[in-house]
Structure formats: C-alpha cells, structure tokens
C-alpha cells in the first residue's frame, strides 16, 4: 500500500492552512534562522506518521538530501526517529545542527540577559533623556536623495507621497506624505488629493502609484527634467531620515510605539566606522539577485548597514564569545546575532500600510526600496530585532524538549567517512551528489528539491555566509554545486537535472530496498517537470503514489496577487515498480487538477522508463480532468 493512501488530506489541508498562517506559533523552530520555500511541518509529520503505520515499525532512519530549513528533521527527531539531514550551504547545516544539540532553557535565558546587558552601551545610542523620562528610537526611517542630472538639485526618492500610516490602528485613517523636493514629511488625510509639504510649502499630488512599471521615470521637483529611476539609482546611496518610531523605555509593555516626523535632537545621525568593520569590507559578487544591490551602489556588504548596526553586530558576536556558558548555548546565542544581519538599515523596506520593517530578504529577493528601515536592534520591540530572536531561540527549545531531541547531534563535512546512523542526527554540509549514509541505511527519504529557477538558495544566502566568515574561518560555499539554472553562472535546466539526478541516486543508494522516496514539487514551467522526471528515471526510481497538499499561505509577500502555486504535489517513489500508481488527495481545484495531470504524466514516463511524452501526456490527462485551464507550460 502507498504512504500516499494512509493521509486524511482534506483534514491534513485544514492543518496546513491554519499552520500557515501564523507559522512561528504553531512551530516556534520556524524562527532559528531564515531559509527559503520551508515545506509545512504539518505535511512533513503526517508523511512520516504514514510511513510508520505503512511500514509497521515504530522507528526508523529517515533521510533528507535537500534539508534547507530543516523542517522534516525536526519532525523526524521529534517523533524519536534517527535523522540524517544534508544541504549543500553551510548557513542552513549549522543552523539546524545548533537546533537539534541539547542545550538547558535555563541557561539560555540567563545567557541572554547577561549577553543584553553587555550590549546595553549600543542601545544607548538610539536613547535619549527628556526632563526625567528616557526615549529610545525603535526605527529610523530614511528615503534615497540623488542628484537631477539636468539641475543637480537633490530629488528625494519617494515611490509616491504616502510613505506610511500613521499608527497600525485598525481604523486609522492619518497618513505621512513625503515631499520630493525637500523630503519633509507631513501628517494627512489618507484620502488627501494633495498636501502643502509642512516643511518648504511646495503643494504636491497625493496620488498612489497604481500599476508597475518596469522602467519607472522620475521628474525632477526644480526643473521639470524627466529621468529614468535606474540612472539616478546608480549614484552612491546617499539617505535623508524622515520618520521615526519612538517608545518610552520604562513604558508599560502595552504602550504602543509612536510614529512621527524627524525632529531636531533625534538620534538619527549615524556614528563613525570604526576599525573591526573591516570584516565586512568585502565585495558582493555579481549574481543573479545580487546584480540588484550592485545597480544600486552597494558594493561591500559594509554597505548595506548604518555603522550603529553594524558594530552592534561585531559587538554581539565578540561578546558571545566571551560568555561562560557551554558551547551549545553560545551557539544559539550566535546564531541568533548573525539572524539580525537580515534587518540592513539601507535594505530593509518600511511596510507603509503596516507600519513595520520587513527583513532585506523576507520577499525571497533582496529588498528592493528606495524608502528603507535601519532597526535598532536592541531594541525590546520591532521585528527581527536581537531581544526578539533570543527569545525565538528560547521557545524553538522548549518547543523541541517537550517532545524529543536527539541523543546526540553531529555537524560533519560530505567529505567525511560513510558511517552507519542507529540513533541521533548526522547533519552534513555538502552537495548530496556524495551521502555520508552506507548502503540501503534509510528507510525513508522525505525532501523537496530546489524548484528549478523559483529560488536562487546560494545568492541569497550570500549575506549570513559574509557573517559566518567572520565569526569563524567557514569557506565560501562551491554555488557551482547548487541544482539550479543561472545566468551568471551560466548553469541550465540540463546541469540543474544532472545535479538532481546525482543527488537522488545517492539517496537510491542508500535507501533500503523496501524503502520509500516522498518528496513535494510544484512548478509552472514544464522544462522543471521533465528535468525532475529524467532525474527519478535516472536514478532508478519507480512512482508509486501521488496526491495534492496545501503548502503556501496566498497573503505571504511572495505569493501575493501572483499566480504562483499554493499547493504542493505530493510524489512517492520506490526503488521497484508497482502495479498502479495510487492517486490521493483533492483535485478540487485548477491548481490541484494542473498538478495532478503532470504528475500522472511524469509517473508514466517515468514507470515507463521516459516513453511517453510529458507535454502531450500531461495535455491529456487535463482534458480528462474536465475544465481546466493549463498552468504549466
């Protein structure tokens, strides 16, 4: 019987809907560190609970080549099953090895308040005195100045007037609306037609930018003078502060944090550089996201930061080191730090009608802005801030030790001897074209490999690497490995199968012969679909069962008002072929039914060792579906 056959996926689809939707309290893991395209853990669970009432055992090693963010290792550990979990980037491996290694809550706490104590000197320089009441910036919000070409007066870049609501009242119904001829901010009607800028008493338009423009044009403010937005971006970044968001520090936890216009006395003015953040004097290599920050004129990740957060930084991680506490806490605490890397002051953009800072990489591309967000990141409220992961790190802790954590954890090179795994987690930095694993040791393989094009991993883990160097001697990672077409690199759909083929038949190597191979896809290119079927085909797999799964949540940054795929096939294969292939789950809607029809088309070329053609296989099985439009193509 399929694994596929033994899920309630209409329940398992309610589960991953509501999980979705507010993934840190449901799976506070989900907060140790960031990676990209994290499967639902509700899925991973009841995939591997199948599998144990599919295989009549209560334990059993489970496999994952492509781990990422490490979602099924910790559904495995936490079910008590041995877990060996590999990815080609140092970033993730650390991250989920530092996860999984036994640490006490206790001491994490204590560890962190003496950790915040030290740092209370790079706080004090968001803080200041009024009479007898101390102040502290939460956020400074900036907008880019650059130069008119024709006049050379500075054109503050604003995409429009409004910068940002007020407040984050449910009914606030105030807006600031920025000038672009002196970048003065005014307090308005947010149904304002124009405002008279409070600051120079040039009237502007109030108007909001209402269709995107893939060349967008500017005009200059003095002149008149028209120019494109890429040209005046390709001078040095140069930022005015407009915005603040300030807080009591002494106020009461409710006490919401107040909006407002620049004033004179803020500590907005950034600090001088000082020698240690020469460590991150280091170039960005070109790519195919980081040729964005390098149009831009950021050209060191140096760059990307206010001076305050970068030794904030620098600081935090020495200080870690001087910590006397055992070396999985200051580990926790370290990975931690290095998460805040992600709130660039120069990158992170300003959500305007929802008055927060998002990460400069929380839309799976580096933030592309031109009105940014530096966050202090000591501060006790804001998101992504130190206190906020500290205390992220405490509840992913709890969370695991109420359940089960491995005896042991080990973080190794795909360099090291093979070696046979009984208990705990073997956790392996490295491509998986080389499994640490000996032959037929897993019983279960659970992964989703990299969605073709959909995401560049390595580049953008390019900016936690750049920290990880300097906290220790980590070489940068061999991206010519990553299983994924680039430009730049100049890496096809054809390399991108050969390395998923490598990397699967490893796993047929090491999977035992009545085991099971699950994995999750979805794509809207067929190429990406005939390159996974020739890499199953290739490493000698057979599909068995499909079935559609739930998997993104429509109001995440990346999906929104996009026709991107919010569900998952489901593909279960075996090292032997069976007489059907079982087919389970809804196919209830176009996306289902689109992705059910190209999975029964790859499971019959690949059954039948690629003798069918995928296009017209899967063409066909649409039209027996009924009405449907196509989504692949």
Aim: aromatic letters at 6%; one cysteine or more.
């Amino acid at each position: 019987m399929a694994i596929v056959n033994q899920i309630e996926w209409a329940a398992l689809d309610r589960l991953v809907e509501v999980q979705q939707r507010n993934r840190e309290t449901h799976v506070p893991v989900i907060s140790l560190f960031r990676w990209w395209a994290r499967r639902s853990h509700a899925v991973a669970g009841a995939i591997l609970d199948a599998a144990r009432a599919e295989f009549g055992s209560g334990s059993f090693l489970v496999a994952d080549p492509f781990s990422g963010g490490g979602t099924v290792a910790f559904e495995a550990v936490r079910r008590g099953h041995p877990v060996y979990a590999q990815d080609l980037y140092p970033w993730p491996s650390s991250g989920l090895a530092t996860a999984l290694t036994k640490a006490h809550p206790g001491d994490l706490v204590r560890a962190s308040q003496e950790l915040l104590e030290k740092l209370e000197p790079y706080r004090a320089r968001y803080q200041w005195l009024e009479g007898s009441r101390q102040f502290e910036l939460t956020h400074v919000i900036r907008v880019r100045v650059a130069p008119c070409q024709h006049c050379g007066g500075a054109v503050h870049l604003f995409r429009d007037p409004f910068v940002s609501l007020a407040s984050r009242k449910k009914d606030e119904r105030r807006a600031f609306l920025g000038c672009e001829a002196c970048g003065g901010v005014s307090l308005r009607a947010l149904d304002a037609q124009s405002f008279k800028c409070d600051s120079c008493g040039r009237r502007s338009a109030a108007g909001r930018t209402k269709s995107y423009n893939p060349k967008p044009t500017v005009f200059c403010p003095h002149c008149g003078c028209r120019a494109e937005l890429a040209s005046l971006l390709a001078t040095a970044p140069a930022w005015k502060p407009v915005l603040v968001q300030m807080r009591e520090v002494e106020s009461f936890k409710k006490a919401s944090p107040i909006l407002r216009a620049v004033k004179i006395g803020d500590p907005v003015s950034d600090i001088n550089r000082c020698e240690e953040e020469v460590a991150l004097r280091v170039a960005i290599p070109p790519g195919v996201e980081t040729a964005h920050l390098l149009r831009e004129g950021f050209l060191q990740w140096a760059d990307l930061y206010t001076h305050r957060q970068a030794q904030t930084l620098l600081g935090a991680l020495r200080e870690v080191d001087k910590l006397d506490f055992t070396t999985a806490v200051r580990d926790r605490l370290r990975l931690a730090v290095i998460g805040a890397c992600e709130m660039a002051g120069y990158l992170c953009r300003w959500s305007r009608t929802h008055p927060k800072a998002f990460e400069a990489l929380a839309n799976h591309r580096y933030s592309r802005s031109t009105v940014v967000v530096e966050t202090n990141l000591l501060s006790p409220v804001g998101r992504g801030t130190i206190p906020r992961r500290l205390r992220a790190a405490e509840k992913g802790l709890i969370w695991l030790k109420e359940t089960a954590m491995p005896e042991k954890t080990v973080l190794c090179s795909a360099n090291s001897k093979r070696r046979p795994l009984r208990r705990g987690a073997l956790i392996v930095t490295g491509s998986s074209s080389r499994q640490i694993l000996q032959d037929g040791a897993a019983q279960l393989v659970v992964t989703d490999p990299p969605y073709h094009d959909d995401l560049q991993y390595g580049e953008l883990a390019r900016l936690f690497h750049a920290w990880l160097s300097v906290q220790s001697s980590t070489p940068p990672p061999t991206e010519e490995a990553e299983a994924v077409p680039n430009t730049v690199r100049s890496t096809s759909t054809e390399q991108y199968e050969q390395i998923v083929k490598e990397c699967l038949a490893e796993s047929r190597r090491t999977l035992s012969p009545n085991g099971r191979l699950v994995l999750t896809f979805h794509n809207n290119n067929l190429a990406a679909w005939t390159a996974l079927r020739n890499a199953l085909s290739g490493a000698g797999f057979f599909v068995v069962g499909l079935a559609t799964v739930s998997a993104e949540n429509p109001a995440d940054h990346s999906k929104r008002n996009k026709r991107s795929f919010l569900c998952d096939l489901v593909i279960e294969c075996a090292p032997k072929r069976d007489a059907h292939v079982a087919v389970s789950g809804r196919n209830d809607t176009e996306q289902r039914r689109n992705l059910l029809a190209v999975g029964l088309a790859l499971a019959e070329s690949v059954n039948d060792r690629l003798g069918s053609s995928l296009k017209e296989s899967y063409e066909a099985h649409l039209r027996r579906m009924g009405e449907a439009e196509k989504l692949i193509g």
